[in-house]
């Protein structure tokens, strides 16, 4: 991996946090692909109590 | 004197039979409010709001720091037993918790997520503490516009920069600004937007702003959500205790979990859920039993709780620092600092260190307290459950009447309590964020002084603004938070990095 897709990865694990941490302040279920970058199934997301 | 002796003397303070009684009754709440879902940090302690105003300062604001750390901790428990998070930033420890609680290890769930709270919030904290003076010593050398573009870069951060909407945040910041507009101008003297209400000639004040919004506002949308949640406590099998493993497995994830949480809750916006998610995203990647996750990872507990409460220190950085507050809980704190007459900052060290030191030094004993509360009485808070909903949100609804009436006994303040608490509700149904409102209404005055006062330096010259390097290097961060998220929004709903990262995979 270059510098430059890890720097790129590591902003777009940061984008995800921050769209997921925005669905769950508003009370609803993060994008799946928000998800997904983060390794977090949807299924078991979908499964806790909001 | 350097920052080791002021902690020391702070934990002289810290230490005096009330402020302990203070930091108790702080983190048993905070620990409580945390357990229950749906009440958070920050409406407790903007309902605690009007009631303090008469303690000591010092005792209450070291109450309120109890009561955000005790949250932070409180909302593991139900995280890991019901599946059910007792606060937002609580919502990735349920991921792994829960499961482990299902294959009865709830014990080393909660004592993972106990002990690296205790280790996150101790290392943040320290960390607060040493890096706290040299921050104040930079701070010290901003002048008015440096001030001024600070406050900018707070305003966009918190409205922009993070939630659906850029618009929707901006819309909720300019509400905060124009509420803080209201009343007598400092310094023409001139009425502004009072329209004849002699009520309003001292301004809107913070504390029902911020008990409106964040208690009656939050009580009414919480109580107006239909839940179906199935609420039953998964038992606690086995033993409590962590075996040699656990410990093996836990104690770099707390660790990094602090790495992470730490600097994201000192970023404007940041706030404890980022660096949760992150953390968990970081176990997932780093680990030597990713399959284990999805199916109760010890480490996916361990990070994110850790970097739960290492977020927690983080924001009291620019809030004690600088007095800037980059969540709702330290928007809240800030108000409180104001009903006292206190301005946190870069001054606030010089002109009342026992203060500071001592709330600094305090959250090193609620650390302790609370790992001592936390694992021992988990019964007990469990049992909280039971309360029913209902008498929950009146009682919510009738501690903040009463403490607003007693802090300004008049139907006016009981008038735009209730008039507030409902648009609270409205922007809340309508995903309008609450924290710029609030944010706006703290930080306009100060924004509008530092403007003025640096104008009047430059007689009226507006480019004074961007001739330092510190504040154009602030107002370019300013544009950039406010550009960079519309721009990923419009190239496809901020998904762009992320397909490329996964084409790059």
């Known amino acids: ?50 | 004197m350097g920052a080791f002796d002021f902690l020391m003397q702070g934990l002289a303070t810290a230490a005096e039979p009330m402020m302990l009684l203070y930091a108790l009754i702080g983190v048993t709440l905070g620990t409580a409010v945390g357990v229950l879902p749906g009440i958070g940090p920050a409406l407790t302690v903007a309902l605690l709001l009007p009631v303090t105003y008469r303690l000591d300062p010092a005792g209450s604001l070291i109450m309120f720091a109890g009561i955000y750390y005790g949250g932070m901790y409180g909302g593991s428990t139900t995280s890991i037993l019901l599946n059910t998070p007792g606060e937002s930033a609580s919502i990735i420890t349920a991921l792994e918790g829960n499961k482990m609680a299902r294959r009865g290890r709830g014990g080393p769930a909660l004592a993972t997520a106990a002990i690296g709270s205790f280790v996150a919030g101790l290392i943040a904290t320290l960390l607060l503490a040493f890096l706290a003076p040299s921050i104040v010593q930079i701070a010290l050398k901003m002048g008015p516009r440096e001030n001024f573009a600070l406050m900018v870069l707070a305003f966009v951060t918190v409205s922009a920069a993070l939630g659906d909407s850029a618009l929707r945040g901006l819309t909720s910041l300019f509400l905060g600004l124009a509420l803080a507009c209201v009343g007598i101008d400092q310094l023409t003297g001139q009425a502004r937007l009072s329209f004849g209400v002699p009520e309003l000639l001292d301004g809107i004040e913070v504390t029902t702003m911020a008990v409106a919004m964040f208690a009656v506002g939050e009580a009414l949308a919480i109580a107006g959500t239909r839940v179906q949640a199935d609420e039953s406590v998964t038992a606690v099998k086995g033993s409590v205790w962590m075996s040699r493993k656990d410990w093996a497995r836990s104690w770099k994830p707390w660790l990094r979990g602090t790495a992470i949480g730490f600097p994201i809750g000192a970023m404007p916006a940041g706030g404890a859920e980022i660096g949760t998610f992150l953390s968990y995203a970081t176990e997932k990647k780093l680990s030597k039993h990713p399959e284990e996750f999805g199916n109760g990872a010890i480490e996916g507990v361990a990070g994110p709780e850790a970097a739960n409460n290492a977020s927690a220190a983080g924001t009291l950085v620019p809030l004690l620092t600088l007095g800037l507050p980059t969540s709702a809980t330290a928007a809240i704190m800030l108000a409180g600092f104001q009903q006292f007459g206190l301005q946190p900052g870069p001054l606030l060290f010089a002109t009342n260190p026992t203060l500071v030191w001592g709330l600094i030094a305090s959250l090193l004993i609620a650390n302790a307290m609370l790992l001592i509360l936390n694992l021992p009485l988990i019964g007990l808070w469990v049992k909280l459950l039971t309360v029913p909903k209902p008498w929950l949100y009146a009682g919510i609804l009738l501690f903040a009447t009463l403490g607003t009436i007693g802090a300004n006994p008049s139907s006016f303040e009981l008038g735009m309590l209730l008039g507030f608490g409902v648009l609270g509700y409205v922007m809340r149904l309508f995903g309008y964020p609450i924290a710029p409102i609030v944010v706006g209404l703290i930080l306009g005055p100060m924004a509008e002084q530092q403007l003025r006062r640096a104008l009047s330096i430059s007689q009226g010259d507006w480019t004074v603004l961007v001739q330092s390097p510190i504040a154009a290097t602030l107002l370019a961060l300013a544009a950039l938070a406010l550009i960079v998220p519309l721009i990923l929004r419009a190239r496809g709903k901020g998904q762009v990095l992320t397909q490329m990262a996964g084409d790059e995979d």
Request: charged share 20%; no cysteine.
């Open chain 1, 1 to 50: 991996m270059t510098a430059y897709s890890f720097i790129r990865n590591v902003f777009s694990i940061l984008n995800a946090a921050i769209a997921a941490t925005s669905a769950v302040r508003q009370h609803r279920m993060p994008e799946t692909g928000a998800l997904k970058k983060l390794g977090i199934r949807e299924a078991d997301f979908r499964a806790i109590q909001l």
